[in-house]
């Protein structure tokens, strides 16, 4: 018999319930007791929801990020942390955000964690720090309360847990000493969290070693050999998990692991599974990802069993299904989508419709196609909709394509003599100042928003009221005397969805929210067809606040790259041709802000390094055309028109010269939680383009002085020359509150003025 698992399950709840629990609470408007009980709620529905699976998960719920979850249950807390005398939770917090609940007086602010992205994903975890002294000591509650929870439920559990290497690889070390030499204090620790484990009687427990999709070193190899011959002794039977690749070289060294079974991702992996049916014991499990769990299209369930059938009848019971990898990365329910369109609903899965995908293959191996006949026609019907809806293909948008020539990506001249026209035109101030784009979102634009959409009043009205609060953004960095300004995206609801919404392709959820970090949910729009921009997005919002002020003011729009990477894209061509029709269609918006005389505009590309593949042999192949896509969007511009680009919480050092091939005339990065360390790059690379190193970490409520500023800032001159710097936040401050940001934003600019005295 062929049994099923997860690997794991959205945390946030159908209406993003732990969100509005999490943020209550920081607010201090409830009590910490009162977070614990809704977040039992919902793990308790989670867990409920998933029942039918011969195995489900615990542990992967998180109140902000599995990896420091990780970091509590190993003893792995930074200096700055240790020693709290409060409640557990509220120092978990302030490593995470630098400070916990408004309400707790005791709680002092300290500096967050660092934040990166989780592989190629954008989902953020918080970075485990270490040093030579670093000491684990097993804290194993969290864990241990959730598989209790699970019992007295009657449900089945798996615990999953992060693999040691994998966890080692995920940190950063503060001083000079190698990560892996803290391997023989941690596998101790991990041994006795799995006798623990082991202890409460469940019967399996997955270890996610994702590392071993990427391209590791001998090093690397010889850890995770160590570790699993290590944690063998414990005598619990392991499900080693990889998941978002290829293992490739490292293909053997999982079979050869000494664990009870492996998981695979067969959607990125499907070329490797026969090789690995003929590599891995016949003792061991063989667990397969053939759902997919990042993307939410429904799965042709008949070519999948047309593929399964002959390796249920090879493997037989040592056969296990799951989703590739959590079901983390897609919304809850598509059930609950009541407006989605019924065409573009019906192709459709949300985590809870994939785990019913999953039950009907189990379901059609166990007991024969006939079992399931009626839902496999209907995945059929479904399936044969999308692939020949008009709806999916425009052959104009093909045609254009087909006429992209490499001249479309090229600027009138080289960045110096554009520089130089620029500075005659602009007039800025040395360390001139600006923000990303966004300015808070209070909950009267919220609602304003919603009345709009729900028709209870009319564009002008809406026009009225969003005029007024970008009156009041531009009047407010006046005032803070910023030198570059935005009109704060008061009409937008988010970076991505906003355009989308406006470009023909896309279709909208209104309940496919996923989590992004924290209490961040993000909602992305479902790139289903070919790609056109109808008309203009955003000029009458920027022109409009260009008239109400004597400063520049930047055009903000989101580059084709970002767009993509934080969409759900299709899965029937290549992601590099939606790209060329995002740059096309984006290429459009710039010329026209352009035309109505915006002189400076902003094209963030916030994902571009998200997209980069696992393996470093392959990044080439991406970075040609995402950078060519960027280039065909930024620069058919003038060259007194100053182009910007945005990136945050992305390691960059290792592709600093595809980032300078964008030839953006002003790129700004998150520097302030990575205490400029994202610099490194420019000590050994002469950048030759202007940048701004944020220094205002905008994802945590801590008000920067303008001491600390300062002190970033003469950190970056050291490697830039000072005449390239900018002064800016990390990235948008659509999060915070007014109250958090004029303070933060009033010692940002004076920091700028103490340094122009300075040089």
């Known amino acids: 018999m062929v049994l099923t698992h997860n690997l794991g399950f959205p945390r946030i709840g159908k209406k993003r319930e732990l969100k509005f629990a999490l943020e209550s ?97 954008n989902y953020h975890y918080i970075v485990p720090e270490f040093d030579e002294n ?9 864990i241990l309360e959730q598989i209790e929870e699970a019992r007295a439920l009657g449900v089945n559990t798996k615990p999953v847990i992060i693999g040691p290497v994998t966890y080692l690889w995920l940190g950063k070390s503060k001083d000079q000493s190698h990560r892996l030499n803290l391997l023989e204090r941690l596998l101790p620790v991990y041994s006795q969290l799995l006798l623990d484990i082991k202890q409460t009687g469940v019967e399996w427990i997955q270890i996610d070693e994702p590392i071993l999709v990427t391209e590791l070193d001998a090093q690397w190899q010889t850890a995770l050999e160590k570790s699993y011959h290590t944690l063998k002794h414990v005598n619990i039977n392991i499900l080693l998990a990889t998941y978002f690749g290829t293992l490739q070289e490292n293909l053997q060294l999982l079979c050869n692991l000494p664990v009870a079974g492996v998981h695979i991702d067969a959607i990125n992996a499907k070329d490797e599974v026969i090789k690995v049916i003929d590599w891995l014991p016949t003792h061991k499990i063989l667990s397969l990802g053939i759902i997919n769990g990042r993307n939410i299209w429904k799965t042709d369930l008949n070519a999948l069993l047309d593929w399964l059938e002959p390796l249920a009848r090879l493997l037989k019971k040592r056969l296990w299904l799951a989703p590739s990898c959590s079901l983390l990365h897609v919304p809850v329910d598509l059930e609950s989508e009541i407006q989605l369109d019924s065409d573009i609903k019906n192709w459709l899965a949300f985590a809870l419709q994939k785990l019913e995908e999953l039950e009907i293959v189990k379901t059609a191996l166990n007991e024969g196609r006939e079992s399931v006949v009626t839902e496999l026609a209907k995945n059929a019907q479904a399936i044969q909709s999308r692939k020949n809806s008009t709806r999916v293909h425009n052959p104009k948008i093909k045609e254009n394509l087909a006429k992209i020539t490499s001249q479309l990506g090229k600027r009138t001249s080289q960045y110096p003599v554009r520089a130089e026209i620029q500075r005659n035109l602009f007039k800025l101030p040395e360390f001139p100042t600006t923000t990303i784009g966004s300015f808070p979102q209070t909950k009267a634009i919220r609602a304003t928003r919603t009345q709009f959409k729900n028709g209870v009043i009319d564009f002008e009205q809406y026009q009225h009221i969003m005029q007024q609060e970008i009156l009041h953004c531009v009047r407010v960095q006046e005032e803070l005397d910023l030198d570059v300004l935005v009109h704060g995206e008061a009409e937008r609801n988010d970076m991505v969805e906003y355009f989308g919404e406006q470009l023909d392709g896309y279709a909208f959820s209104q309940y496919g929210w996923v989590q992004s970090y924290g209490s961040r949910c993000v909602k992305p729009p479902i790139l289903f067809g070919d790609i056109s921009r109808p008309k203009a997005m955003t000029v009458e919002w920027i022109q409009y606040a260009q008239s109400l002020t004597s400063k520049p003011m930047k055009g903000m729009l989101t580059g084709p790259v970002t767009i993509l990477n934080w969409s759900f894209v299709r899965d029937d061509q290549p992601r590099s041709t939606s790209c060329y029709q995002l740059a096309l269609a984006i290429r459009e918006e710039v010329l026209d802000l352009e035309s109505a005389g915006v002189n400076i505009i902003q094209i963030d590309e916030a994902a571009l390094r998200e997209g980069l593949p696992l393996r470093q042999s392959q990044w080439n192949q991406y970075l040609d055309w995402a950078i060519e896509c960027f280039r065909i969007t930024a620069n058919g511009v003038k060259d007194q028109t100053q182009i910007h680009t945005h990136m945050c919480y992305s390691e960059f050092n290792d592709i600093i010269e595809a980032i300078a091939n964008m030839d953006a005339d002003v790129i700004t990065i998150e520097t302030s939680r990575s205490d400029m360390e994202l610099l490194d790059a420019f000590e050994d690379f002469n950048y030759p383009n202007e940048i701004g190193p944020g220094v205002y970490d905008i994802h945590s409520p801590n008000i920067p002085s303008s001491d600390s500023i300062v002190a970033l800032m003469k950190k970056a001159s050291e490697k830039i020359d000072a005449k390239k710097l900018w002064v800016n936040p990390d990235c948008g401050l659509k999060t915070r509150q007014w109250d958090d940001v004029i303070p933060a934003l009033t010692n940002m600019v004076a920091a700028a003025k103490t340094l122009r005295g300075a040089v």
Not at 134 to 140: I, V, W
């Open 134 to 142: 670093t000491e684990f000591k097993l804290n194993a509650t969290r």
């Open 25 to 121: 609470y920081w607010r201090g408007e409830s009590s910490l007791e009162s977070l614990k009980q809704q977040a039992a709620a919902l793990r308790k529905i989670h867990l409920l929801e998933q029942n039918k699976l011969d195995f489900t998960p615990v542990g992967d719920f998180s109140f902000y990020d599995q990896v420091l979850d990780m970091s509590f249950t190993l003893g792995n807390l930074p200096k700055r942390s240790r020693n709290f005398t409060g409640e557990e939770l509220d120092n978990y917090f302030r490593v995470a955000r630098g400070q916990t609940s408004k309400s707790c007086s005791s709680c002092e602010q300290i500096h967050a964690g660092e934040m990166t992205k989780w592989f190629d994903t």
